[in-house]
């Protein structure tokens, strides 16, 4: 669910892929206490170290939040095979994430906080954006991904 309540519905992953994958609702701002429906947060600072704000007043300071959960499930599920991440996502981008500066200006992109801490805690991993996954190409890559990963010792 989104931070408004709606939902991103994509019917390969709900439908198809759940079909012979264990699928993990995971959603980092929930997760971190964040309620539904909620002001949305942003990205703001240094692109290579952002940190995370409510957009309508700059407050909530959710980035460590966000870091210390991706790093926590990086350590309760250390047998994941992949991961699908929500596109563009203060919390879940895999890139082009807007950073803002003070006042909401956009300065660069960077990755998502709890995406860039996962990342970081299972480096090998196989991701992908949800966005990407309306491509057959690039959902078969994906899953090449996924099972290579999963027969490795």
């Known amino acids: 669910?989104?931070?408004?309540?709606?939902?991103?519905?994509?019917?390969w992953i709900a439908e198809d892929l759940a079909t012979f994958c264990t699928l993990l609702p995971l959603c980092p701002e929930t997760?971190?206490?964040?309620p539904?429906?909620?002001?949305?947060?942003?990205?703001?600072?240094?692109s290579a170290h952002?940190?995370?704000?409510r957009v309508c007043d700059g407050q909530g300071h959710f980035g460590a939040n966000l870091k210390n959960y991706g790093r926590r499930i990086a350590a309760e599920y250390p047998a994941l095979n992949g991961y699908i991440f929500k596109s563009?996502?203060?919390s879940c981008g895999l890139n082009g994430v807007p950073v803002h500066d003070l006042w909401g200006a956009p300065t660069?992109?960077?990755?998502?906080?709890?995406?860039r801490a996962l990342c970081q805690a299972l480096p090998d991993l196989p991701v992908v954006k949800e966005s990407e996954l309306w491509e057959p190409?690039?959902?078969?890559?994906?899953?090449?991904r996924v099972h290579a990963f999963r027969r490795q010792p």
């Open 50 to 53: 952002p940190g995370a704000v």
């Open 31 to 34: 997760a971190i206490g964040l």
């Open 88 to 90: 563009r996502s203060p």
């Open 137 to 144: 190409q690039q959902r078969a890559a994906f899953l090449k």
């Open 108 to 115: 660069g992109e960077s990755m998502g906080l709890y995406a």
């Open 1 to 11: 669910m989104r931070y408004d309540g709606d939902h991103k519905y994509h019917a």
């Open 36 to 46: 539904v429906p909620r002001e949305p947060i942003h990205l703001v600072g240094n």
